[in-house]
């Protein structure tokens, strides 16, 4: 069959189902490409007649002004005509899509309307008049449209569509699944019904639906970057990585300048361990957009993982909307500024977090009077954050308390952490696999009385569930140093030193300090004895060796300054860092060489067993801490090992935490108040072996007496915060600041 005939094929169905402005379409679709066909001129004319149309020549020419993109002549010429003819369905039709084009809605609904009222049977013009509705919220008119035109035309694929999209807008998900399901069945080459299909399945978590969704969707057009770029995320969530970042190349070259499909590759990237190309990735999409803030501070936040210190003055760009975007984790290493902090967590809030939901749990007393507490992580396995949690969750009073562990994180039941904290807990589940509404579903239904975060902007986290109220108690607690800047967060917890008097102003959440250190310890951690020695690892056997196994990124210029100069006054003297990647030891050698210092004095040891990691600790003399983000973790392994740890006392929650853990262990003097104390400190140290030896004999005798490493005692004093959370809750107060005795 020829293309002229079935062309007249498709026009003349269109006008017996009533669709007189489809029949049009097609009509001079086939003038178009046989301008002097005679049977296409009759039909047009005789469908221009019926309905009282003007002139072909003037709706020609309305008709091109539209289909050129020049939507205010098509309209004005529209109105025109319309005052002329007013009962042509036609000019009525064309005016309504040049005024829904330009967004003068009411004005688009008027003509739409016009236009029914000329030809009722008209079910394209219907479906323009719901999507008018649609577009200035008036959702139930609109379905009610929808539906009149499919139960009249029931073949009809995008009034199907639209129907979907529009029950989509309402997470009426089901229901616009099924919408959906049946535009394509009508339809199997409707692309943007498959990729809207693969955008609903992924918002619901059946990733591998939404991946061939997807795939049909660029089965049948290639070059749908979108549908690439949205396909790399769900494979990226299926841990498909390389799958990921080839769709994402298939996204860029589909559209190059898509900036969306370069950060997200950037973070694949990121994921694979290629940094290098990742920051390319994130600078490119910067040099595209540079309204793109976001990608500036993921470029930033990834060379400080490789110590490129040569663009940190570029920092103070990235203030603005769209960084937003990106956790305000990115930004702490740059700025010890508890302010800078809150504004950045306020902006993240607004984008990370959805509407509020529309009901509050309330959760009825339990059959047994426990108080039932639900932790959120995606770390339940051998994670720094278990390694200091582990012992709280030990020591938890299980008659008065019902633990339950919610994991989002790695299903890695071989691990043997992971074992042991299933014993700790009265229920494990595993909620990676679940959308945010089945997750809110399954907290609520569980009864919790409260609910702790334990990820907070840190990487994989799912905090965005406790915008919707898992609990009628929410809580802040060890994951993420800083406020969470949204009102779904009842309280924080931290400390006195931590959190000093006064710091309640950047902190959206309520602040509950416990008595000594908010940081959880256990006192049963196991350090395996170190049998390869300072040689073994590449130390001088006789010489001073400071150290710090902070992260790369904790690493400032400032703090390396201060390094250098003391490896300059203390012959023979070393630094030992943390093996992170390799582009961070070429990049540190040579700011060391820079700075008139042999690269050879600087060791670096991979990641050892936590265990071995804690025994090899003792080698060193002194562990120098990092600055705007301190020693969390790491000094906690380090004083648990019996290792001193200088640390300067800054200002932001994250620069705070290792005075905290000084002061907790009874060795206050390692917290300076400033660059130049934290410096004179540590060279008083390295040249004074007897005061060093002092620190560490009492170090080792307070080790298991300080509050600090007294586990069951800390954990009686979390507990007394969740019992005063949970009874002002139910004396119907509002959360409110107060303190552990």
């Known amino acids: 069959m020829s293309g002229l005939e079935a062309l007249l094929i498709k026009a003349r169905g269109a006008a017996k189902r009533g669709d007189a402005d489809m029949a049009r379409t097609l009509y001079r679709e086939a003038l178009g490409r046989f301008p002097r066909n005679g049977r296409a001129l009759a039909a047009l004319e005789a469908l221009d007649a019926a309905n009282a149309n003007p002139p072909s020549t003037r709706l020609?020419?309305?008709l091109g002004a539209y289909?050129?993109?020049?939507?205010?002549?098509?309209?004005r010429e529209g109105a025109r005509l319309a005052a002329e003819f007013p009962q042509s369905f036609t000019v009525h039709n064309l005016q309504g899509a040049a005024l829904l084009a330009l967004g003068v809605l009411p004005a688009a609904e008027a003509a739409f309307r016009r236009a029914i009222e000329a030809d009722p049977d008209a079910a394209a013009c219907r479906n323009n008049l719901a999507v008018t509705l649609r577009r200035q919220n008036r959702f139930a008119e609109a379905e009610d449209i929808y539906r009149d035109v499919i139960a009249r035309n029931p073949d009809y694929a995008e009034a199907r569509f639209?129907?979907?999209?529009?029950?989509?807008?309402q997470q009426r998900w089901a229901e616009a699944?099924?919408?959906?399901?049946k535009a394509v069945?009508?339809?199997?080459?409707y692309t943007e019904a498959h990729y809207n299909l693969g955008n609903l399945l992924a918002k619901r978590g059946r990733r591998e639906e939404a991946v061939e969704a997807y795939e049909r969707a660029v089965a049948l057009k290639p070059d749908h970057a979108l549908a690439w770029n949205n396909m790399g995320g769900e494979l990226l969530l299926l841990d498909r990585l390389d799958a990921a970042l080839d769709a994402y190349a298939k996204a860029l070259a589909a559209d190059p300048v898509n900036t969306q499909a370069m950060v997200n590759r950037g973070k694949a990237l990121v994921l694979k361990g290629d940094l290098p190309e990742a920051i390319a990735a994130f600078r490119k999409a910067w040099a595209l957009d540079p309204a793109d803030r976001s990608a500036l501070l993921q470029?930033?936040?990834e060379e400080a993982h490789v110590c490129d210190w040569s663009n940190r003055a570029q920092f103070g760009l990235t203030d603005g909307p769209s960084a937003a975007a990106v956790q305000p984790f990115a930004a702490l290493p740059f700025v010890d500024d508890p302010a800078h902090q809150y504004r950045r967590s306020l902006a993240c809030a607004g984008v990370k977090?959805?509407?509020p939901p529309q009901c509050l749990p309330s959760s009825a007393p339990s059959a047994d009077g426990r108080i039932r507490i639900g932790y959120f992580s995606a770390d339940f396995h051998d994670h720094a954050t278990m390694y200091l949690m582990s012992g709280l969750f030990r020591e938890h009073d299980r008659s008065r308390f019902d633990i339950r562990f919610y994991s989002y994180g790695p299903r890695c039941d071989g691990d043997p952490s992971r074992r042991a904290l299933r014993g700790h807990a009265d229920a494990f589940t595993e909620i990676g696999h679940l959308t945010d509404a089945e997750v809110v579903d399954r907290a609520r239904a569980d009864g919790l009385d409260i609910a702790v975060d334990l990820k907070g902007y840190t990487r994989g986290t799912r905090t965005a569930l406790f915008g919707q109220r898992l609990a009628p108690v929410q809580v802040s607690y060890m994951g993420y140093p800083g406020t969470i800047g949204h009102p779904c967060m009842d309280y924080f917890i931290g400390d006195a030193v931590s959190l000093p008097a006064g710091g309640e102003a950047w902190f959206t959440e309520k602040i509950v300090r416990l008595p000594h250190c908010y940081q959880a310890n256990d006192d049963r951690r196991i350090i395996v004895p170190d049998r390869r020695g300072r040689r073994g690892w590449g130390l001088p056997e006789r010489s001073f060796v400071f150290c710090c196994f902070n992260h790369t990124y904790k690493i400032?210029?400032?703090?390396?300054?201060?390094w250098m100069r003391l490896l300059g006054q203390i012959e023979g003297s070393v630094l030992w860092l943390l093996r992170s990647n390799g582009w961070a030891e070429d990049n540190l050698r040579r700011e060391a060489m820079a700075r008139g210092v042999d690269p050879a004095r600087l060791v670096f040891s991979a990641g050892v067993p936590h265990g071995e990691h804690l025994g090899r600790l003792a080698l060193a003399d002194l562990f120098l801490d990092t600055f705007a983000v301190g020693a969390h973790t790491t000094a906690s392994d380090a004083l648990w090992s019996g290792l001193p740890v200088l640390t300067m006392t800054g200002h932001q929650f994250a620069a705070r935490v290792a005075t905290s853990l000084v002061h907790a262990v009874g060795l206050p003097e390692l917290a300076a108040p400033d660059r130049d104390s934290y410096e004179a400190t540590a060279l008083a140290l390295a040249h004074d072996p007897r005061g060093l030896r002092d620190i560490r004999e009492r170090l080792a005798a307070h080790r298991l007496t300080s509050p600090l490493f007294r586990t069951a005692d800390y954990t009686r004093g979390v507990e007394a915060a969740f019992d005063e959370m949970h009874r002002r809750r139910l004396a119907g107060l509002s959360p409110d600041h107060f303190e552990v005795a």
Do not use: H, K, T, V
Not at 67 to 75: D, H, Q, T, Y
Not at 177 to 181: I, K, L, P
């Open 60 to 62: 020609d020419a309305m």
């Open 67 to 75: 289909r050129s993109g020049r939507m205010e002549e098509a309209a």
């Open 162 to 169: 639209n129907l979907a999209n529009l029950l989509d807008a």
């Open 177 to 181: 699944e099924q919408g959906f399901a």
């Open 185 to 189: 069945a009508l339809d199997p080459a």
């Open 299 to 301: 470029a930033l936040f």
């Open 353 to 355: 977090f959805g509407a």
């Open 556 to 562: 400032c210029p400032d703090a390396f300054d201060i």
